[in-house]
């Protein structure tokens, strides 16, 4: 039987827009399913940097207003020749919307975009138009065969509000993948008009949320399948304490509900072969482990750090928010010497986070570095120099850091939450004997634990056989995305079943 096609829907894809794992995840899973026989092509918004990227884009559709608050708007395609196979983009043009600097969905003050209701709901829209028969408006034009998706696959609130069209409409089946519940979407009740939505969406079992329309809530009300980014996550979010208001909703819906695990790219993150590696860095594989000790050497050069190899160094590449519980280390870094250790971060996010942990460095030098924003190439050669990563979030719908971690031979220190809980098997005799073990894990997310796992994992490391057992153990972990692409074609099958 073929499989099924789909049109994948985003607010964002590496390397061209990306503020954290939905960018990587939109990189990486639509060509993992091109791989496995899927016609899938990806929708996003045309951005400033995608118009750059993609110059010749070709026009497919002109789009009228579509709803009283939607600017008219076009559709263009395009190839993704770096991410093979050859991936078909579709890019909705709306330069009043989409032609802004910066973030995509918040301006240089650091606030949401007022219209982000009109931004992501035209999004939504033109998904939802794109897996319905009576849309002549844009899938007669996608090619010359009329191209029309089986699934229409959403991700996160930005999309999530599609299946509602779909549902009231008709149209393809559809599947909501939520990768962080706390972001939702949430609008006053006049954008439903304004969209287009028909009044019955106006109601308890539609996309009224506590008098709001809710983006997400919708989605997760009139998907056909829903899935999260770990099987863990699935679970977590049925439960009050981290399911933001919805886990009710989640629980009515849990059979329909399958928690599938983000992977990661094994060429793009291969110590082996990875070009940010280079002199005075070093590539290297599980077997030629003491290239690794060059890099670390490597890093605390070009971080400022003290050219110490008698203690360990803890690495942090994050946005810096309370969910990631790096408050937890802050507290904590005028302990740093006691251990001893070294500590280098590259993030940004929170503005008393930023500067908490400036401070930390300037008082002690040496010891701890900081840089704040993002640096792709930083950021390959912190999983490649440091001894230990560190991610003590307080939920982590899957996390891809402690898999990257894993592989570069960087043991991962995690609290066991999400996907943090389904990739890192703590060190114990059990798992040293059985060759599971592949980092330090606290079941509780606190100061005390956290200082508890940091001295567990200096005092292994201070222990050279056994921490090379634990590198080992890690490196040889698969991760690709194979396995996630065949998960998500199950669920097609499933979704389309259903209707």
Known sequence: MKPPSILFATSEMAPWVKTGGLGDVAAALPPA????GHDIR????????????????????????????????RLLAAEADGLPPQLPLLLLDCPPL???????????????WPDNGIRFGLLSRVAALLGQDTSPLISQRISQHGWRPDVVHLNDWQTALAPAWLHYEGGAA???????????????????????????????????????????????????????????????????????????????????????????????????????????????????LAAKRANKRALQQEMGLDL????????VVSRLTEQKGLDLLLALGDALPELPAQLVLLGSGDP??????????????????????FDETLAHRIEAGADCFLMPSRFEPCGLNQMYSLRYGTPPLVHATGGLADTVVD????????????????????????????????????????????????MRCNFSWSHAAAEYSRMYRDALAAR
Not at 58 to 72: G, Q, W
Not at 100 to 106: A, E, F, H, I
């Open 33 to 36: 399913l091109r791989r496995a």
């Open 42 to 73: 990806v929708l996003l918004p045309c951005y400033p940097v995608l118009r750059q990227a993609f110059p010749k884009a070709k026009v497919i559709a002109e789009l009228p207003a579509l709803a009283p608050a939607l600017p008219p708007a």
């Open 98 to 112: 989409y032609d802004r600097p910066g973030n995509p969905y918040v301006g240089a003050d650091g606030h949401d």
């Open 174 to 288: 559809s599947v909501v993948t939520i990768h962080n519940i706390a972001f939702q979407g949430c609008f006053d009740e006049p954008l439903r008009a304004g969209l287009g939505l028909p009044e019955a969406a106006w109601s308890f079992d539609g996309v009224e949320y506590h008098g709001l329309l809710s983006f997400l809530k919708a989605g997760l009300q009139l998907a056909t399948r829903l899935s999260t980014a770990s099987p863990s996550y699935a679970r977590e979010i049925q439960d009050e304490r981290f399911g933001y208001g919805l886990a009710p909703l989640l629980r009515h819906r849990s059979e329909h509900l399958r928690g599938i695990l983000n992977g990661i790219d094994p060429v793009v993150w291969n110590p082996a072969t990875d070009p940010a590696l280079t002199v005075p860095y070093a590539p290297y594989a599980a077997n030629q």
């Open 308 to 315: 110490a190899s008698d203690r360990p160094l803890f690495g």
């Open 352 to 373: 008393e986070l930023q500067a908490g942990f400036l401070a930390l460095a300037k008082k002690l030098p040496g010891q701890v570095a900081v840089r704040l924003g």
């Open 427 to 474: 060190v114990n005799e059990a798992t040293l004997a059985d060759k599971t073990a592949n980092g330090f894990v606290m079941t509780e997310c606190g100061t005390d634990a956290l200082w508890h796992a940091m001295q567990r994992a200096a005092a292994a490391w201070h222990d050279k056989r056994l921490w090379q057992r634990i590198q080992q153990n890690g």
